[in-house]
């Protein structure tokens, strides 16, 4: 019995192997190819203990369908997205299930020129026919199988993304998390002048140390303590399959992704004045205030990389960010990176002559986030009657429903959106002192929380 909800809104994620395993995966495969009707894949995979059997199932499965497939072996999700369009490519699949714990894993599948699928558009058609066992039968033989290596071609894309001849010699500590970050980096830091202490570089899908996942600040412990200990200008993470990273200053504090938007983004209009960002409707509105303040035009978007990465190719953004780690560029085939965020931020340090910390200094002292904060309630039904709630307890100020409801008022704001996959509200809020954020902020989960 295969369950739907490994079927996600922007993947194929579950537990190994009552979840997902090699006969799933291997229907998955066959079904990704027969959707795509695609003749020439391109498949990667993270380095989870299972991955290499999840991998090659769905290599025998895309085959059996009667597609060629390139096998690039280990890699970050984002180089899968450049082998993908480098290689001009029908699809491309990464087996990954990105930040979650040891035990999961799971299938992002992109079609021609990286566009993700999604449960809106390509994943929901693959759930039905493997659910239903609806596979139409191959018309074309079985396809060849190859492998190829994409790492030169990859690291000279993202290099070119900043002129490296201006880099400072910085104290870096970096954390892949023995995840995948840890085989990239060095191809990209040691063509930097700076310093590097390599934490967790050995790819390991036991996750020895801590999970990939930097958003749980246990998970940052060892970061943390290694910077303040070698008094590192700045600490790098990354998640599993490492197409995010994470920022923390030399002073040890974590830094939200909405203010390393706000930062990437002006290191993006200082080189090309008046282009447009787009950001999430979570974001602290430090995003925009930068932008405006240097001549760009910023567009506030709903929350997931298939709906930023559809605008971005309406409006030809030059850049995007989520509040979670997620950084997109145009110029990356409007996909998420997550070492081009790492060296444009190095990048914007050494232009300025200022630390990470005094680069962040001027949004700490005028904006004041509460972080996402997650209340599970006890049913489905209970959600839309908590949106219901806050929509009228907040009728008087600009509100919209881009994603979930958002409410303005002119020193504070939030968003409360649904996840997609349980019955969870998110809050995100942010007020122009700290004593009103912690006072609204309380206001708000008071609502959501009742009983």
């Known amino acids: 019995m295969i369950s739907p909800d490994i079927f996600k809104a922007y993947d194929v994620r579950g537990v190994y192997p009552n979840e997902l395993n090699e006969d799933i995966a291997y229907k998955i495969g066959r079904a990704y190819v027969a959707y795509l009707n695609a ?44 082998a993908v369009v480098a290689g001009q490519y029908e699809g491309g699949a990464q087996i990954t299930a990105s930040h979650n714990p040891k035990q999961y894993n799971g299938i ?14 390509g994943i929901g058609e693959i759930r039905d026919m493997v659910i239903n066992d609806t596979i139409p039968a191959a018309t ?10 994409v790492i030169d071609g990859y690291t000279k894309t993202v290099m070119s993304f900043i002129d490296a001849s201006v880099i400072k010699p910085y104290n870096v500590v970096l954390d892949a998390g023995c995840g995948m970050g840890g085989m990239v980096a060095p191809h990209l830091f040691d063509q930097l002048p700076c310093k590097t202490t390599r934490l967790c570089f050995t790819p390991d899908g036991t996750f020895p140390t801590h999970e990939a996942n930097p958003l749980l600040e246990e998970n940052r412990a060892d970061i943390t303590a290694e910077v303040i200990a070698s008094k590192a200008d700045i600490g ?32 993006f209009l200082l080189k ?13 509105f ?34 995007g960010g989520e509040v979670t780690g997620h950084y997109y560029f145009r110029d ?26 005094e680069l962040l200094q001027p949004l700490r002292e005028k904006y004041f986030i509460s972080g996402e904060i997650n209340t599970k309630m006890a049913h489905m039904n209970l959600v839309q009657a908590r949106l219901d709630a806050l929509a ?60």
């Open 39 to 82: 003749t020439r894949i391109v498949v990667s995979r993270d380095m989870r203990v299972s991955s290499p059997t999840i991998c090659a199932a769905f290599i025998e499965g895309a085959r059996t369908q009667g597609a060629d497939v390139v096998d690039i072996g280990m890699a970050a999700s984002d180089m899968l997205y450049f």
């Open 108 to 121: 992002k599948m992109v079609r021609r020129e990286a566009h993700p699928l999604s449960g809106d558009a």
């Open 140 to 149: 074309r033989p079985k396809g060849q199988l190859t492998s190829d290596s």
């Open 236 to 267: 790098i993470a990354w998640d599993g399959d490492a197409d995010r990273c994470f920022f923390i200053d030399g002073t040890g504090e974590f830094i939200a992704g909405d203010f390393i938007t706000a930062l990437l983004a002006e290191a």
């Open 272 to 284: 090309f004045p008046g282009q447009k960002i787009i950001y999430d409707v979570r974001a602290s």
């Open 286 to 319: 430090a995003v925009k205030d930068i932008v405006a303040a240097h001549g760009g035009t910023a567009i506030m978007n709903k929350v997931g990389h298939a709906f930023i990465k559809a605008t971005m190719r309406q409006e030809n953004a030059i850049f």
């Open 332 to 357: 990356y085939y409007y996909c998420d990176n997550g070492f081009i965020p790492a060296l444009l931020i190095l990048e914007l340090m050494s232009k300025k002559g200022k630390t990470l910390h």
């Open 392 to 451: 009228k307890k907040y009728a008087d100020a600009h509100t919209y429903a881009i994603d979930g409801f958002s409410a303005e008022y002119p020193d504070w704001h939030f968003n409360v959106r649904a996840s997609n996959t349980e019955p969870l509200l998110r809050l995100n809020l942010e007020a122009t002192t700290p004593a009103l954020m912690e006072q609204k902020r309380d206001e708000v989960l008071a609502i959501i929380r009742q009983s």
